[in-house]
């Protein structure tokens, strides 16, 4: 192996797939090279080759030498890390652009009136889903947080408060001013001192006791309508974040919301 499997796995951080790696680093270490030396050093199916190293070129790890055979020349990593960012900073840009076109176009309402008449075929019931990721669950709670109309419970960890005030204080805040009752319930620790300090300004705290209430989860009811539960504890690696997200009314009122005001009634309030 050319480089230690540390390398690797930083190079797979910055998207890069198992055969751009192989062919970058054997590009490196040589310097220039045909796809047909670069299949052998690498291990690369030939194939698959030419299709691997031109994707590098797009990204602008590499610079395509015209010629016969054509061959590959390595650019220093620094460099072809900084032409790779900016080349994701663009298409960014562009695809942005595009999203707030189609928004603003015409198009939105045939998807929007589309999507209505599926609403009407189904129960609220059958919209349940899993959610996997940080960054989806974050995205979920985005959108209910935005739509709330009266109130949101939360019953949270420590880990799970830190969390909430890094990603979502802003669009609770907006809840707040718009009326919605805002009530978290959690373990206060001196991990989340902090958060609790900066929340209590928005929402309603009230702490667990632990001895009395032995609970260490996270789940979220919204207006009694709609839910996410959390799967797993929060300090999951951000790629294992799992949750269970419903608009059963059922679940979310008749269930969730019960337990959380049992836990409510029974816990104390901030001092």
Known sequence: MLVSAKVFDALKGIGLNLYERRLWVALLARGTGTASELSEIAGVPRSRTYDVLQSLADKGFVVVQTGKPIKYVAIPPDEALERA?????????????????????????????????????????????????KYSVHQQFETMFKDAKEKISILTTSDGLNELLKSHFDILKKAKEKGVQIRIATIADEKNADAIKSLS???????????????????????????????????????????????????????????????????????
């Open 201 to 271: 300004g928005i929402a309603e705290i009230r702490i667990i006791n632990e001895k009395e209430i032995p609970i260490s989860g996270r789940f979220t009811v919204v207006d009694g309508k709609e839910l996410i539960l959390s799967l797993t504890d929060s300090k999951v690696h951000s790629t294992q974040d799992m949750a269970i997200w419903s608009k059963s009314e059922y679940a979310a009122g008749q269930v969730l919301e019960p337990v959380f005001e049992l836990i409510w009634k029974n816990s104390k309030s901030l001092a």
């Open 85 to 133: 960012k900016k080349k994701l900073e663009e298409e960014y840009k562009i695809a942005i652009q595009r999203i707030d076109d189609l928004k603003e176009s015409v198009v939105m309402r045939d998807l929007n009136d589309l999507f209505s008449k599926g609403l009407k075929i189904i129960s609220p019931e059958d919209i349940t889903g899993a959610l996997k990721g």
